[in-house]
């Protein structure tokens, strides 16, 4: 069987993030030129799978927190019971995306110390908007002769939401996740000024440092991850609407 490009590039990128993460020394050569003279090129301090596995379960930690919260909130401002707090609903949500992840950072930390708990909390607060609108759009614009359809066969309003309007809202509600799964990825770095173990922690040893070659190991895996992984949501989007349409 002949690989796509597509699938072809796919499967380069997760083998050099692979390399990157489990043979680092590997890539040596490579990054030796960013590198000051006689400064390490690889970042040994701790070991890059480590900190790439604890990076990973932090966003999604705080991701399934996120959907949990903001799903359940949307479909409760869809209903005629909730309608009426919208309103506040969308000024909770955007709480996140008002305050910039140091500043979440720094007021969580007298709170709950260092680590990875201030990290969850920026990340959980960055991820609700994304998919509480996603879900709310996805609920609210579904076609109005389908929900009568729905109760003209006699379904509940609890089976018409889990049978019917849910699983036609899921890939709307899919790319929603995908979004603030992207963005907790990338957030997630500056956890590491906080004493969270995440891949920030090699960037920042690189700027600290002034090694570009740690800046760069550290870039490329969350870059590599982002990619990745946006690229998998996509696709079960994609299969989630074909779903739909058949």
């Not at 990054?31 to 990076?55: D, K, W």
């Amino acid at each position: 069987m002949r690989l796509s490009l597509p699938n072809l590039l796919r499967a380069f990128l997760l083998g050099l993030l692979l390399v990157f993460v489990m043979a680092p020394q590997t890539m040596e050569p490579l990054l030796r030129p960013l590198a000051q003279a006689n400064a390490p090129v690889i970042y040994e301090q701790a070991s890059l799978l480590s900190l790439t596995i604890q990076h990973l379960m932090t966003v999604i930690a705080a991701t399934v927190a996120a959907t949990m919260v903001a799903v359940g909130l949307a479909i409760f401002v869809s209903r005629p019971v909730g309608a009426e707090f919208l309103p506040l609903s969308r000024s909770l949500v955007n709480i996140g995306q008002t305050f910039p992840p140091v500043a979440v950072l720094a007021l969580a930390v007298p709170v709950v110390g260092f680590g990875q708990k201030p990290t969850l909390i920026a990340l959980f607060l960055y991820g609700l908007l994304p998919i509480f609108e996603n879900t709310l759009t996805g609920l609210t614009s579904l076609p109005r002769a389908v929900i009568d359809a729905a109760r003209g066969i006699g379904m509940t309003g609890r089976q018409s939401l889990w049978q019917i309007e849910l699983p036609l809202a899921l890939p709307v509600i899919l790319a929603g996740i995908r979004l603030s799964v992207v963005i907790g990825l990338a957030t997630a770095t500056i956890g590491s000024t906080v004493a969270a173990r995440t891949l920030g922690e090699v960037i920042i040893a690189g700027l600290q440092s002034n090694n570009m070659a740690f800046v760069v190991q550290g870039g490329l895996i969350v870059g590599g991850l982002a990619v990745l992984i946006y690229d998998f949501l996509s696709a079960l989007e994609r299969r989630a609407f074909q779903r739909i349409r058949s």
